[in-house]
């Protein structure tokens, strides 16, 4: 069995007049996240790690900000590329543990929905994603409640030793 781990970091200002959107969720907030595309930073901290377990650079590289065919792109479709891609070169997602810092809105309400979007996404059960979310205590960007800032690592595993 060959396994793979990767970690994904991303990091987006709030901004007003902006939607919320976190691993593929709409939530209901003054302030969104700053970004060429949806800025679910939480969708992009996964597809970083994704490709950091197989070594194929990140998302900026994949799905440039200078590129307009990505201006309020759907993260979710990012991430269901990167997915395909990691699958046709034989390997599978084993589980996904991600980390959401800002101090507000509260998204602990909000996790479940998360888990069960990005599963969807990924084609694996909500039992494999673990989603937490924590605040900035005052300390910081986050803390200060300027942005968010999303932490992801991925296991993945080959298929019958079909990866490389």
């Known amino acids: ?89 034989g390997f599978e997602p084993v589980n996904l543990d991600c980390t959401v810092m800002a101090e507000a809105p509260r998204l602990a309400p909000h996790l479940a929905a998360m888990r069960a979007r990005l599963a969807q996404t990924l084609a694996v059960s909500a039992d494999r994603i673990s989603i937490k979310a924590t605040r900035g205590e005052g300390l910081g960007p986050e803390g200060r409640g300027e942005g968010m800032t999303a932490y992801a690592v991925v296991l993945v595993e080959s298929v019958e030793g079909k990866g490389q």
Do not use: N, W
């Not at 901004?15 to 679910?40: C, K």
């Not at 590289?61 to 990691?86: K, M």
């Open 1 to 89: 069995m060959s396994l793979r781990i990767g970690q994904g970091i991303d990091r987006h200002r709030l901004v007003e007049g902006r939607p919320l959107i976190l691993g593929g969720v709409r939530i209901a907030s003054q302030r969104g996240l700053l970004g060429h595309s949806d800025a679910d930073a939480l969708t992009h901290a996964i597809c970083d790690a994704l490709l950091g377990a197989l070594a194929l650079g990140d998302l900026g590289q994949r799905f440039p900000d200078t590129d307009e065919a990505h201006r309020g792109r759907d993260s979710q479709e990012f991430l269901a590329e990167i997915v395909q891609e990691v699958r046709e070169r």
